[in-house]
C-alpha cells in the first residue's frame, strides 16, 4: 500500500496539464442563446437543442413532454417518419430526443464531411424542429406503445421504486409526476394538446442551443441562427413553482415478485447553480458517489457482501432536484442492509466526511479533471448545462480551484442543511418473501 | 442544395471518403514473456485508457462451474500482498482514475482512464495483481453474494433477460455459449475460492493476456513501462480449453416461459458462422449477415421499425442483432414485444414474414448504402471515445481477428451485394435452425 501511495504521491505536485476547452456565446436573433466549443479534430458535429419541455411541464396530461418529443419527428413538412429517418440514416447521421423533469432536448451528431452530408442532416434537424406535422396516426401509436411501456415498467422494480419515490419527494409537484404518465392521462392526449405543447415549450426564447464539432464560428452562427428560427416563436414559459417541502418522513413498502427488494432512500436535494451545489457534489464522493472509495460500497458491498449496486446522488435541476440513495439485495438481507444504509446517511449527515476522505476526494476531482473533458460527448454535455442553467462561461476553467477550496466544515453544513431526516422518504418494492 | 444520394454511390465506391484523415496506425511488441502490448497514440486530450485483456471467458468453463471467469473478475479487486483489500480501485481514484471490469464470453478485460502521466500508476497495479492474487476465503464468501446479488438483479428479476438466458441454453446443447456468463445460480452456490484460484492459475498468464493502451502516449514508452512491470512475471503455457463444438441443430426448438412479467415478449436465435471461423472464401457471408442485420434494424428507417412498429402496428419494440465479432459461431437473434391489443403469435408470424421477405427478394439498394452510410459514420464518431477504441484492440485481438479487421469494416460492407444477403438469408434463417424463446407473463400474486 505505501510503496503504492508513495508512486502516487511523487506526481502529485504535477498537476494535469491542459486548459479547458473555450466557449464561445452569443444570443441568436430569434432569441435562443448559443453556446459553442470548437472541435476540429474529428470530422463530426454535436448538436443540442434544449428546451423549456420536460416532463414537469405535463401539467394535466402526465406523459404528454415524452410523447410530444417521440412525435417530433414522425412527420416534418411533407415528410412522413420513414421519410425523416431515411434522411438523417442515408448520410449516418444519429438524431435524438431527451426529456428529464426540468428540460428536454433534441439531439443530432452529423458527419461534417461531405459537405453534402452534413448539410442534409442539418436540413432535416431544421425541417423536424420548424414543421413537426404530428400525425394522428403516429400519435395512435406513440400513446399505444407508452401504455405498453407503463406495464413494462412494473415488471421492473427499480423503475416502479423511481416512480413512487419522486411522488413522494414532490407531493402534488411536476417533479414528482410520472413522466411516462398514467393509463387515464395518455387515453386522454389529443393531437391539439401535442400541438399547443410544442408552440408553448419549444418556443426560442426558452431554448438554447449547444453545439461542439469541426466547423468554425461563423458556421456555427449559421447554424444556431437557422435551428434558433426554426422554432415557434415566444417567450420562455414561466418558472415552475418551487416544489413544496415533504411534510413529513415516510416508509412505503411495495409488494412486487422480485427476488430482491430495491430501495431508495433520499429527499429534495439541490438545484443546479445553488452554493451548496458544489459543497454536496463533494461531500457526496465519500458517502456514495465515488464507487469502491465510498462509505456505501465499502460498507454494503465490501464488508457486508449485501448489495451489487449501492449509491447516492445529487440531481440538480432548476429547482431543487432529487437526493437519491440506492440498493438493491435479496428480500431476507433487507433489514441488515436498510440498518447499514439508514447509519452511514446518518452518520454521514451529523458529521460531514473526515479529513481524510475529503482530501482523497478533492485530490482524485482534480487529477481527473481532463478526464470530464476529453471527447466531444462530454463537452456536450457539460455546455448544454452551462447554457440551459445559466452557468458562468468560465465554469469548467474555475472548476478544479472551486473544488479545491471547499472545507469540512462547508460540506457538513450543507449536508445538515440539505439532509434532513425528518422529510426523508425510504421506498423498498419486492423482497417481501424474505428469501 | 445538392442531393446527397447522388453523391452516395461515388462517397461509397471509395472516392470520397476513405478511412479517416490521418488515422494513427496500431504500434506491437511482445515481451520475452509472451505479454503482448499495444498502443494507438491518440493525443487530442492528455488521457489515457490503459486495457488488460485475458484470454479467458464463460466459453471456456465447463458444466457444473460455470461463472468462475466472472466471479475471478470480481476477486481481482480484493487484494494482493502488496495492495490488500480493495486498494486497487481507491489507488485509481486517488491517481483521479476510473476503473472497471467486464467479463464476456470470449475474454475478460480491466480497464483504467487516467491522466496520461498517471499511466504508470495504472500499469504497476496490474502487474502487481497479475503476479500476485490473495483470494482470501473471507472476502471470497461476501463477493460470492455480491455476484449473487448482480444475477438477481441484471437476469432473474429481468424477464427479457431471464428469456435471454434460456434462448441460448436451449440453442447450444454443447457448446459453450450455452452457459449463462454470469454463471448458474446452482453453480455459484458451490463455487470455492480454490477453484478460483486454479482457474486464475490456468489462465491469468502473460503469454494469454493483451496490454492495450490508447490516449496520449507514445508506443516506446509504453513498451518501456511494460517490460518494467511485467517483465519479471515468469512465462506459463495456457493450455486451450478443448472447443466443445455444437452438434448440427436439427429442428427448430422452443421454450415457453411462465415468470413473473408485464408482457409478453418472443426472442428467437438462428444458428450463423462467425466471422472468426470462416475461411476467407468465405467471409463474406459475415459481413451479408451483419448488413442482413442493419436491413433489418439499422436504425429507424430499417424494415422492422418501419413495419412492424410503425406499418403492421404488431411491434410495440422490435429489434435484430448479428455478432460479427464473436470467437465462435453464434446465434442472428430477433426480438420484439406486441403491440398493445396484439398477441405474441402475431408478432412472430411478422418476424417470420420479415425473414421469408429477405429470402424471397433482394434487398434494395438504398437499403444496403444505408447501412454502409452508417459504417462510415461511426467509423468517425468511434474515434471521439478512447474507452471503445481500445475496447475494439483488444476484443479483435483476443477473438483471434486481429486489430485491423474493424479498419476493413467499410469496405467489407460496400462489397456485399443485395444477392449475397439474400443468399445468407436462404441459407441461415431457416426454421430448422430456429431456437425461439416466448415469455408469458404469470399473473402477479400480491397486488
Do not use: C
Not at chain 2, 511488441?29 to 487530442?44: S, Y
Not at chain 2, 459475415?286 to 430499417?302: E, I, R
Amino acid at each position: 500500500m505505501r510503496r503504492a501511495l508513495l508512486l502516487a504521491l511523487a506526481w502529485a505536485l504535477a498537476a494535469p496539464a491542459g486548459a479547458a476547452p473555450r466557449i464561445e456565446h452569443w444570443r441568436t436573433a430569434a432569441g435562443a442563446a448559443a453556446y459553442f466549443i470548437a472541435a476540429p479534430q474529428i470530422p463530426m458535429l454535436d448538436v443540442q437543442v434544449l428546451l423549456d419541455a420536460g416532463s414537469g411541464r405535463d401539467g394535466e396530461l402526465p406523459g404528454l413532454a415524452r410523447l410530444s418529443a417521440g412525435l417530433l419527428a414522425d412527420g416534418a413538412g411533407d415528410w412522413d417518419a420513414a421519410a425523416v429517418a431515411r434522411r438523417f440514416e442515408d448520410v449516418g447521421a444519429q438524431y435524438g430526443t431527451e426529456v428529464h423533469p426540468d428540460r428536454a432536448a433534441v439531439t443530432l451528431r452529423a458527419l461534417t464531411e461531405p459537405a453534402a452530408w452534413r448539410e442534409q442532416a442539418l436540413d432535416a434537424f431544421v425541417r423536424v424542429l420548424s414543421a413537426p406535422s404530428f400525425p394522428e396516426a403516429e400519435l395512435e401509436r406513440r400513446r399505444a406503445q407508452m401504455q405498453t411501456a407503463l406495464r413494462k415498467l412494473d415488471e421492473d422494480p427499480g423503475a416502479v421504486a423511481q416512480r413512487e419515490f419522486h411522488a413522494a419527494a414532490y407531493p402534488g409537484h411536476p417533479y414528482g409526476a410520472p413522466a411516462g404518465g398514467t393509463a387515464a392521462s395518455l387515453a386522454a392526449i389529443a393531437r391539439a394538446d401535442v400541438a399547443a405543447f410544442h408552440r408553448r415549450h419549444f418556443a426560442a426564447g426558452g431554448a438554447v442551443i449547444a453545439l461542439v464539432g469541426a466547423v468554425d464560428r461563423a458556421a456555427a452562427e449559421r447554424i444556431a441562427e437557422r435551428l434558433a428560427a426554426a422554432l415557434p416563436a415566444g417567450p420562455a414559459p414561466p418558472a415552475l413553482p418551487a416544489p413544496p417541502p415533504i411534510p413529513a418522513a415516510r416508509t412505503i413498502r411495495i409488494p412486487h415478485p422480485s427476488t430482491q427488494a430495491h430501495v431508495l432512500i433520499g429527499q429534495q436535494g439541490v438545484a443546479r447553480g445553488a452554493p451548496d451545489h458544489f459543497p454536496l457534489y463533494l461531500g457526496n464522493y465519500s458517502l456514495g458517489g465515488g464507487g469502491f472509495s465510498s462509505r456505501l460500497m465499502r460498507d454494503l458491498r465490501g464488508e457486508r457482501g449485501l448489495a451489487y449496486s449501492v449509491y447516492s446522488y445529487f440531481f440538480p435541476l432548476r429547482h431543487p432536484g432529487p437526493f437519491r440513495l440506492g440498493f438493491q439485495t435479496r428480500g431476507g438481507q433487507l433489514e441488515e442492509a436498510l440498518a447499514a444504509a439508514r447509519a452511514q446517511l446518518d452518520r454521514f449527515v451529523a458529521d460531514g466526511p473526515t479529513a481524510e476522505e475529503l482530501e482523497h476526494a478533492r485530490r482524485g476531482m482534480v487529477l481527473g479533471f481532463p478526464l470530464r473533458i476529453a471527447s466531444n460527448a462530454s463537452m456536450i454535455g457539460y455546455l448544454a448545462m452551462i447554457g440551459y442553467y445559466g452557468l458562468p462561461l468560465d465554469y469548467l476553467d474555475t472548476w478544479t480551484a472551486r473544488i479545491e477550496a471547499i472545507g469540512r466544515e462547508r460540506i457538513a453544513a450543507a449536508f445538515r442543511r440539505a439532509l434532513d431526516p425528518a422529510r426523508r422518504i425510504t421506498v423498498i418494492v419486492g423482497g417481501q418473501d424474505g428469501r | 442544395m445538392p442531393d446527397a444520394a447522388r453523391l452516395l454511390p461515388a462517397l461509397l465506391a471509395g472516392g470520397l471518403l476513405a478511412a479517416p484523415a490521418a488515422a494513427a496506425d496500431v504500434s506491437e511488441t511482445v515481451l520475452g514473456n509472451g505479454l503482448r502490448v499495444l498502443v494507438l497514440p491518440d493525443d487530442r486530450a492528455p488521457v489515457v485508457v490503459s486495457q488488460i485483456w485475458y484470454g479467458v471467458g464463460s466459453a471456456q468453463e465447463t458444466p457444473g462451474a460455470t461463472g468462475l471467469s466472472h466471479l475471478l473478475e470480481h476477486m481481482m479487486f480484493r487484494g494482493t500482498a502488496r495492495h490488500p483489500g480493495e486498494s486497487f480501485s481507491r489507488i485509481i481514484d486517488a491517481n483521479g482514475g476510473r476503473d472497471n471490469a467486464y467479463t464476456s464470453r470470449d475474454y475478460t478485460a480491466y480497464y483504467q482512464t487516467l491522466s496520461r502521466d498517471r499511466l504508470e500508476v495504472a500499469l504497476e497495479l496490474e502487474a502487481d495483481r497479475l503476479r500476485d492474487l490473495t483470494l482470501d476465503p473471507e472476502d471470497f464468501r461476501k463477493e460470492l453474494e455480491v455476484v449473487r446479488e448482480e444475477r438477481r438483479l441484471r437476469t432473474e428479476d429481468q424477464p427479457e433477460a431471464y428469456a435471454y438466458e434460456q434462448l441460448q441454453a436451449a440453442a447450444f446443447q454443447n457448446h459453450a455459449y450455452g452457459q449463462p456468463l454470469i454463471g448458474w445460480m446452482e453453480d455459484l452456490e458451490q463455487a470455492t475460492a480454490a477453484q478460483l484460484r486454479a482457474w486464475r492459475e490456468r489462465w491469468y498468464a502473460p503469454g494469454n493476456a493483451r496490454l492495450v493502451v490508447v490516449g496520449d502516449a507514445r508506443p516506446e514508452e509504453v513498451f518501456a513501462l511494460a517490460r518494467k512491470h511485467f517483465g519479471d512475471i515468469p512465462a506459463r503455457p495456457t493450455p486451450p480449453a478443448p472447443r466443445r463444438p455444437e452438434p448440427a441443430q436439427r429442428g427448430a426448438r422452443r421454450v415457453d416461459l411462465r415468470i413473473p412479467a408485464q408482457t409478453e415478449y418472443l426472442l428467437m436465435g438462428f444458428k450463423t458462422p462467425a466471422l472468426n471461423r470462416l475461411p476467407e472464401a468465405q467471409r463474406w457471408e459475415a459481413y451479408a449477415l451483419s448488413m442482413l442485420a442493419s436491413v433489418l434494424d439499422g436504425g429507424n428507417a430499417a424494415r422492422l421499425p418501419a413495419r412492424l412498429v410503425r406499418g403492421g402496428r404488431v411491434a410495440a419494440a422490435a429489434g435484430a442483432y448479428y455478432p460479427l465479432y464473436g470467437a465462435d459461431d453464434g446465434l442472428l437473434m430477433l426480438e420484439g414485444v406486441p403491440a398493445e391489443g396484439r398477441g405474441a403469435g402475431e408478432l412472430e408470424a411478422a418476424l417470420l414474414a420479415e425473414v421469408r421477405a429477405l429470402q424471397e427478394a433482394p434487398a434494395g439498394e438504398a437499403e444496403l448504402q444505408r447501412a454502409r452510410a452508417q459504417v462510415i459514420a461511426q467509423a468517425v464518431y468511434a474515434r471521439d471515445s478512447l474507452r471503445h477504441r481500445s475496447h475494439m484492440i483488444g476484443m479483435l485481438e483476443t477473438v483471434g481477428l486481429g486489430w485491423e479487421a474493424e479498419r476493413e469494416l467499410a469496405d467489407r460492407y460496400r462489397a456485399v451485394t443485395a444477392a449475397q444477403v439474400q443468399e445468407v438469408a436462404r441459407r441461415y434463417l431457416v426454421d430448422g435452425q430456429r431456437t425461439t424463446v416466448a415469455v408469458h407473463p404469470l399473473p402477479a400474486a400480491g397486488r
